[in-house]
T-cell receptor, first 113, second 112 residues
Framework: QKEVEQNSGPLSVPEGAIASLNCTYSDRVSQSFFWYRQYSGKSPELIMSIYSNGDKEDGRFTAQLNKASQYVSLLIRDSQPSDSATYLCAVITLGGATNKLIFGTGTLLAVQP | ETGVTQTPRHLVMGMTNKKSLKCEQHLGHNAMYWYKQSAKKPLELMFVYSLEERVENNSVPSRFSPECPNSSHLFLHLHTLQPEDSALYLC???????????FGDGTRLSIL
């Protein structure tokens, strides 16, 4: 079983719609969760972090965490063509001499004008 | 300068060459990381340094050799690489092991 799973997409939404990106993880004791945005040919950029159950809102972005279901999601309201990118879910898992940040393969989001 | 800076941005080398990738962070962070990103695969953690000490070597072949002379600089020395090593190599830093990581722009490496 993959440690962090995401649907690779592409997820296509019309401009102005809500984009919903989902991620599941396998390590029950994970405590820290992040969403990164990666434009083609660029490096990942941190857009949201969440550490406790519930919702966390930042502008048009809302991260949702459900530790019981081992599920974290990212909602993008009023999607814009500039939001088109690959969204990477990342989870810190405990292991070895240090904690590890494990990434999913990413979901490609395409916002259609 | 701010953030995490990587040089060079692009590198083409033969399998017998020796080259080094450089990373510098201006964020005052204590931990630095090397990742490999290949097409259609998740980011793969290669090395972790915390306070200039290597704390993780994620089963990386010995043809990749990291060096961390201080908390702001990280190098990845390359020698006798293979074609499958062609990828985007990303450096990241964080304040601590549970804190978000901030990435540089990466070095696009091509092995001929």
């Amino acid at each position: 079983q993959k440690e962090v799973e995401q649907n690779s997409g592409p997820l296509s939404v019309p401009e102005g719609a809500i984009a919903s990106l989902n991620c599941t993880y396998s390590d029950r004791v994970s405590q820290s969760f992040f969403w990164y945005r990666q434009y083609s040919g660029k490096s990942p950029e941190l857009i949201m972090s969440i550490y406790s159950n519930g919702d966390k809102e930042d502008g048009r972005f809302t991260a949702q965490l459900n530790k019981a279901s081992q599920y974290v999601s990212l909602l993008i309201r009023d999607s814009q063509p500039s939001d088109s990118a690959t969204y990477l879910c990342a989870v810190i898992t405990l292991g070895g001499a240090t904690n590890k940040l494990i990434f999913g393969t990413g979901t490609l989001l395409a916002v259609q004008p | 300068e701010t953030g995490v800076t990587q040089t060079p941005r692009h590198l083409v080398m033969g399998m017998t060459n020796k080259k080094s990738l450089k990373c510098e962070q201006h964020l005052g962070h204590n931990a630095m990381y090397w990742y490999k990103q290949s097409a259609k695969k998740p980011l793969e953690l290669m090395f972790v340094y915390s306070l200039e000490e290597r704390v993780e070597n994620n089963s990386v072949p010995s043809r990749f050799s990291p060096e961390c002379p201080n908390s702001s600089h990280l190098f990845l020395h390359l020698h006798t690489l293979q074609p499958e090593d062609s990828a985007l190599y990303l450096c990241a830093s964080s304040q601590g092991p549970n804190q978000p990581q901030h990435f540089g722009d990466g070095t696009r490496l091509s092995i001929l």
